[in-house]
């Protein structure tokens, strides 16, 4: 079934250590996204890329980086881990490559809670 | 700065209408796209506007007035699975999108 897949679903994590977040799309869209979701607050940027090989900084960058090696797989890492990055976590991907803004389309979300 | 507005909660009965709200204020705009989230789930796309003007989309339609920065989404005929939040999102000039904190809609029989 094409779409985006995440791993973990969920993952408890240790204040210090080090975790990367995967996502995976397979609908070849050129444009990927990393958004965290916080109670009471809207869907925030942390990092995007365009097309492979490229990356930007989004609304949170702190704390988080990203790698685009290839079209279908978009990492999230943080280095260091600190309870402020208690959250769910959305990857998403859109087809921009014709100019037109189409839609973004989620994965089911990583929930991370950091002790 | 950027900024979208929407409603925290909004209350509603089945087979009823139900508007709702979204102003916005971004750096340039380049459309406006409404989402639905269940519980625990991801968003999913329900409309995109970026021309003035009501889209209509089965029992959902939604309206643009740049000149205001507003929008809103119509829900008609409500259904209990209509229980969700709906995210409103500006698209900016950079062609990001900048997000509203959701409206949770409860729908009672």
């Known amino acids: 079934i094409a779409g985006i897949t995440q791993a973990p679903t969920s993952q408890i994590l240790a204040a210090g250590r080090r975790m990367t977040l995967r996502c995976t799309q397979d609908m070849r869209h050129n444009a990927m996204y990393w958004y965290r979701q916080d109670l009471g607050l809207g869907l925030r940027l942390i990092h995007y890329?365009?097309?492979?090989?490229?990356?930007g900084k989004g609304e949170v960058p702190d704390g988080y980086s990203v790698s685009r090696a290839n079209t279908d797989d978009f990492p999230l890492t943080l280095a260091s881990a600190v309870p402020s990055q208690t959250s769910v976590y959305f990857c998403a991907s859109s087809d921009t490559s014709g100019g037109e803004y189409n839609e973004q389309f989620f994965g089911p979300g990583t929930r991370l809670t950091v002790l | 700065g950027q900024n979208i507005d929407q409603p925290t909660e909004m209350t509603a009965t089945e087979g009823a209408i139900v508007q709702i709200n979204c102003t916005y204020q971004?750096?340039?705009?380049?459309?406006l796209f409404w989402y639905q989230q269940h519980a625990g789930e991801a968003p999913t796309f329900l409309s995109y506007n970026v021309l003035d003007g009501l889209e209509e989309k089965g029992r959902f339609s939604s309206f643009l007035s740049r000149s205001k920065g507003y929008s809103y989404l119509l829900l008609k005929e409500l259904q209990m699975k209509d229980s969700a939040s709906y995210l409103c999102?500006?698209?900016?000039?950079?062609?990001?999108?900048?997000w509203g904190a959701g409206t949770k809609l409860i729908i009672k029989p």
């Open positions: 890329s365009n097309t492979a090989g490229t990356t």
């Open positions: 999102a500006a698209m900016d000039s950079n062609y990001q999108l900048i």
């Open positions: 971004t750096s340039g705009f380049n459309g």
